[in-house]
């Protein structure tokens, strides 16, 4: 029999036992247990803790205004990412409802774009470990290193080599940031516990000279390793992680290059409950925007002509969606297939062109001469939607955008490449060269825009729309797999929630303040989906499944470290009498 080590036993609110195996200064420094200065006298007192606080109690209301008032007075983007991570590591419950309550606001601090910038600094801001490093030299000896990470109950994984961080490129082992932000939003937009998630650095190396040469560098000092040395290490990690905590849980892929994205889905999509983001949550949530665009456009989307400016494998993940759900709407795959067009560093993406091609873009390629020019491949294509995913800033010029608003009432113009610095047009750009009538969305946020006296808001085509609630469903269901339909039945339960005032205003999607019951809505889609592919393990099956959801979500607010307490009858003859006692259970 395993007996409990715990010096005190409590319950939470949601009716956990609360078993904390230490006490006194322990528990402030824990950032699970932590409160600040939210600890009751009564709580201070049993705890140890008496006396190393301020003798002030505030409540979570009154640390959320306090924590806010500090954020709001940092100088730049960086040093509010900082504050936020230094709460995240001393306050965990805190943090998570700032971040959920103030989406917002948190968003581009907590990710895109500032998380970019923190990459590029990683070495210079870190201060704690979180998460586990795995390098090259650890090949056979993975397991071990899962097995030092504390947590029993890992249920989310996202995992990163570095090598294509946003659209900045191979930052190596300072992209860190990337997993430990998207596990942040797992927890505040999805409501995953945050010690059931666990952030992974896959240290190969780096081809990034600067990095190499750079004294802050934390990460390996050599070139990247490729090839089947490569391959056995992310064999043996996908097999350990499993191993250590069991077939459903999930890991996510996350910014590895094109030559490993797809290859990597491919070969683990079938044996693992995993996905790749980059891959089917950017697929996913542009198709979501692309759908709510067909209710401002009035047609369907097998009606629409594309051209993809870029061809990795986030535009070969969006144009894969698109013709699944052109198949749908009565197309063949053929015919689906012949309405989408790529451009790319090497040109229009056709069957005989010098440079060539490799991965799933082949599909993509067209019988046509081959054309290096971007502009003279528009002038071809002529699409009615246009969608950047290259990561080269500026490359929708003024004529690209007013030749789209020359072809079509309602061109349909997405910039989806991160960070900021990055996309292929801004905001202003778009509505001013199409006289207001572009629908635009992008992959990093841009601040409301007036034409001729209208506001438009423009909607951010952000995963966060997308991967949170996927996660959750597939957490609390047991998946074993997750297939491209689980993303398909998340797109439209996304674009369903954008209503008729969002459209208004230029939005394809519903306003960031709403996500956390986005994620709730995707959650319930997931799981069905689970249930009707096979790949759901919970049994029985939830009859009420977004009340079921909602009881799986992490609570933000702050749990008591006091036991409940309660007299026997006094017939039983145990009558408390000690006085002492008795005061105590008067404080509870």
Excluded at 74 to 101: C, H, M, W
Aim: aromatic share 8%; glycine share 8%.
């Amino acid at each position: 029999m395993v007996r409990s080590t715990s010096l005190l036993r409590a319950v939470s609110k949601d009716n956990h036992i609360l078993g904390l195996r230490s006490r006194g200064i322990d528990i402030i420094r824990n950032p699970r247990t932590n409160k600040g200065m939210a600890f009751t006298l009564p709580e201070r007192q049993v705890l140890g803790i008496h006396g190393l606080l301020p003798p002030t109690v505030l409540t979570q209301e009154e640390q959320l205004y306090r924590t806010m008032q500090s954020f709001t007075r940092q100088p730049t983007d960086l040093d509010r990412y900082i504050l936020l991570a230094g709460l995240q590591d001393r306050n965990e419950k805190l943090f998570y409802r700032i971040v959920s309550e103030n989406v917002e606001s948190m968003m581009p601090i907590v990710y895109t774009p500032t998380v970019g910038l923190a990459c590029q600094r990683f070495g210079l801001i870190y201060r704690r470990p979180r998460g586990l490093f795995v390098t090259i030299h650890d090949r056979g000896h993975v397991f071990e290193l899962l097995s030092n990470w504390p947590e029993e109950s890992v249920k989310a994984v996202v995992v990163t080599d570095g090598e294509r961080i946003l659209g900045l490129g191979d930052l190596g082992a300072f992209g860190m940031g990337i997993p430990i932000g998207k596990l942040a939003l797992y927890t505040a937009l999805g409501g995953v516990k945050p010690h059931q998630c666990l952030p992974i650095m896959l240290d190969v190396g780096t081809d990034n000279e600067d990095l190499l040469d750079n004294k802050l560098y934390i990460g390996l000092r050599q070139k990247r390793e490729r090839g089947p040395v490569y391959d056995e290490l992310v064999d043996e990690l996908m097999h350990a992680i499993t191993e250590r905590w069991g077939a459903n849980t999930l890991i996510q892929h996350e910014d590895f290059a094109n030559a490993n994205a797809q290859r990597l889905l491919d070969k683990y999509q079938q044996r693992y409950c995993m996905f790749n983001d980059d891959i089917q949550g950017t697929a996913g949530v542009a198709l979501a925007g692309l759908l709510a665009s067909l209710r401002v456009s009035g047609k369907q989307m097998k009606d629409h002509k594309f051209l993809f400016q870029g061809a990795g494998s986030a535009a070969c993940g969006i144009a894969n969606f698109l013709v699944l759900q052109m198949i749908e709407d009565g197309l063949t795959e053929e015919e689906a297939v012949s309405r989408v067009w790529m451009n790319d560093a090497d040109g229009l993406v056709v069957q005989d062109r010098p440079a060539g091609m490799s991965g799933t873009k082949a599909r993509f390629a067209k019988d046509h001469p081959h054309l290096n020019n971007f502009e003279d491949a528009l002038e071809i294509v002529k699409p009615s939607i246009l969608i950047g995913a290259c990561a080269t800033a500026g490359v929708f010029t003024e004529k690209v955008l007013k030749n789209m608003a020359l072809w079509n009432e309602r061109p349909v113009i997405f910039a989806l490449s991160n960070p900021t610095s990055k996309a292929e047009c801004t905001a202003e750009e778009a509505y001013t060269h199409t006289e207001g009538r572009a629908l635009f969305a992008s992959g990093s946020p841009f601040d409301p825009v007036t034409i001729d006296g209208t506001i438009f808001r423009p909607g951010q085509g952000n995963n966060a729309y997308i991967f949170p609630g996927v996660g959750l469903g597939a957490i609390v269901c047991g998946m074993r797999r997750i297939s491209d339909k689980v993303f398909l039945r998340a797109a439209r339960t996304c674009a369903d929630m954008v209503t008729e005032l969002d459209l208004s205003q230029g939005r394809l999607y519903p306003p960031l303040s709403s996500i956390r019951e986005i994620s709730v809505r995707i959650a319930v889609a997931t799981i069905q989906e689970g249930y009707d592919d096979g790949s759901a393990t919970l049994d029985p099956e939830p009859r009420d499944k977004e009340a079921f959801v909602k009881s799986k979500m992490y609570d933000f607010r702050y749990d008591s470290f006091l036991p409940i307490l309660y007299d026997w009858p006094e017939e039983a003859g145990f009558q408390a009498t000690d006085q002492q006692f008795s005061n105590f259970r008067d404080m509870t």
